[in-house]
Each structure stands twice: as C-alpha cells, then as structure tokens.
C-alpha cells in the first residue's frame, strides 16, 4: 500500500465525559477550498524536522508544537501570518499551557486509510494518506481551563483555530469534519442510529477503518506500507 503521508491525531474530551470535544478547525486560508471551516482533529504529519519514530511519536511532538511549548515564531491564524510580537498577550500563559499539554495523554484508537482525489484537493496526482487516530480524557480543571481561555478569546494552539464541539454539533451536522473525520469521531464515540454523524457530500473522498494503531513506522513498512515520504527521515531542506 503506498501513502502519500502518515497522520497521527487526537480527539480530546473532559475525564468524564464525551458530550465536549476540543478540535482545530481550518480556517479561510486552508489550501483544500471544501474543508475550509470544518473541523478536525488535533495533531499533523510525520515526519517532524529530525524525523518520527512511531504515529505517538509525531503526535506528542505536534502537541508540543502546536500547545506553544517549543516556540511561538512567526504564526498563520485565521488566513493571516502574524510576527510573534504582534501575538503577544493573546496566547494564554505558558504555565498555563503547559498544565494543558501536560494534561493530554494519547491512547490509540485506530487507523484509517483516507483515499481523496487530485481535483477534490486542487493538486494534479489522486492522494493515499494514513491517519493514526488516537484520544485522551483530560481532567475537568484542564478542560475547563481550555473553555475559559477560548472564551477570552486566548490563542491555546499555535497553529490555526480552536474549538470545543458539543455532541449535539456533531450529530446534527451544523459542524462537519474534513478528511473523513465525522467518521473516525463517530466511530470513536460509538455513534450509530439516531445520534450517528450525519454522512457528508464528499463524493471525492474515501475512508475506511483498516487496523489497530502500531507501535513504529517501521513495522508499518514491515507490513507493506510505502511511504512517499519516510516518517523516520528528516525531510530534505527546501533549496
């Protein structure tokens, strides 16, 4: 099976509940048109700058990055790039950030192959990509903390825009997910019948449950994946 990427990404609830769930959401300037305004789950690509190990791997590092931990450089918020003296006073303390990142402990859930044509992205070739869905119940001190900051209008990520969805959004269909991830948050929630996610009109994109998440990239190569581009490498700097 070749990919054309490896995701690995985290849907984050209250310890307690599933009735809220923290998302990104892409927004205006999000390169795929269709998704813009639809909301996905937290997290990003291998490989990282000096390359990813395993799917848990690039995830904790892209919750580092994204949580603010490692560096608030230049960002794009909103379509915009801002320099970080224009952002700052809008992110939330760093001690504060850290109490959430440190809060957020991944266990994997599945893997999902996500099939999606060249025209449907505005790209010439048809893409293959895996995404290693992972969640994480935080305490409610935490994710109260993430709702009062977000309701100050406090940046918490680094990298674009920030949502809490309740379960009702989900299931209505007011808010809908890019890159098959109504399906992957409905199947994690075990939402079938009345309260299933709503199917979504995406006649380019394919998604399908294919395994358990594993424990390195190299067993997923082991297994007959190939990658266009190796999740344990450190990509090639851009000339």
């Known amino acids: 099976m070749k990919v054309s990427h490896h995701a690995a990404s985290i849907a984050i609830f209250p310890e307690r509940t599933r009735e ?28 990282g700058k000096n390359g990813d190990a395993s799917p848990r791997a690039t995830l904790e590092r892209e919750l580092t990055e994204e949580f603010g931990l490692e560096k608030q450089e230049d960002e794009e918020l909103a379509g915009v790039t801002y320099k970080a003296t224009e952002l700052e006073g809008r992110f939330a303390d760093r001690k504060e950030l850290e109490q959430i990142r440190q809060a957020i402990i991944p266990t994997p859930f599945a893997d999902y192959l996500v099939m999606v044509s060249g025209k449907f992205r505005g790209k010439p070739d048809d893409a293959q990509l895996l995404c290693s869905a992972h969640y994480a119940g935080i ?7 993430v709702e009062a900051r977000l309701r100050e209008g406090k940046i918490i990520r680094a990298e674009g825009l920030t949502r809490i969805l309740t379960l009702d959004e989900v299931t209505n269909g007011k808010v809908r997910g890019a890159w098959g991830y109504g399906q992957i948050l409905g199947d994690m929630l075990n939402l079938r019948g009345f309260r299933g996610v709503p199917e979504y009109p995406f006649p380019n994109l394919v998604v399908a449950r294919v395994g358990e998440v594993l424990g390195s990239y190299a067993k997923y190569k082991v297994e007959g994946v190939e990658y266009q581009k190796d999740p344990e490498k450190a990509p090639e700097p851009k000339s």
């Not at 990104?24 to 300037?29: C, K, L, Q, R, S």
């Open 139 to 145: 305490g409610n001190a935490a994710f109260e903390l």
């Open 20 to 47: 809220r769930i923290l998302v990104a959401v892409y927004d205006e300037g999000y390169p795929v048109v269709p998704f813009r305004g639809h909301y996905c789950l937290i997290g990003g690509n291998a490989p």
